[in-house]
């Protein structure tokens, strides 16, 4: 890509993400109060986080069988308490098996 093309897109994507980030200080000018904003406002992270990662699991593989059965793996070993390494681990051992054994189907 031409610099000539790429620093007007880097400008305006700059200014977007500045705009982004600037616009909610601009408009709350007080501390919310309202305890239902306020819960709303702390599970946000988790909504986006999990909204974004779930498509990416399905979509990672060959196969969504093998996506579901590595997705299976890392939610039976975090509801066990473990790290999130070995939940990792797990899941890539579910998804490298499932693709193994649907190799030799």
């Keep these: 890509m031409k610099i000539s093309v790429f620093l007007p897109y880097l400008l305006v994507m700059?200014?977007?993400t500045y705009a982004i980030r600037v616009i909610p200080f601009?408009?709350?000018r007080k501390k919310i109060s309202n305890k239902y904003i306020?819960?709303?406002l702390e599970y946000i992270p988790y909504t986006v986080l999990t909204a974004?990662?779930?498509p990416a699991i399905f979509y990672a593989t060959s196969?969504?069988?093998s996506a579901a059965a590595g997705f299976f793996a890392a939610?039976?070993?975090a509801y066990k308490?473990?790290?999130?390494v070995v939940?990792?681990?797990c899941a890539c051992l579910g998804v490298g098996i499932c693709e193994g054994i649907m190799m030799f189907i």
């Design 26 to 28: 601009l408009l709350m």
């Design 63 to 65: 196969s969504p069988v």
């Design 75 to 77: 939610v039976i070993t």
């Design 81 to 84: 308490g473990k790290s999130l």
């Design 14 to 16: 700059a200014g977007v």
């Design 87 to 89: 939940v990792a681990v």
């Design 38 to 40: 306020i819960a709303f």
């Design 52 to 54: 974004m990662t779930i």
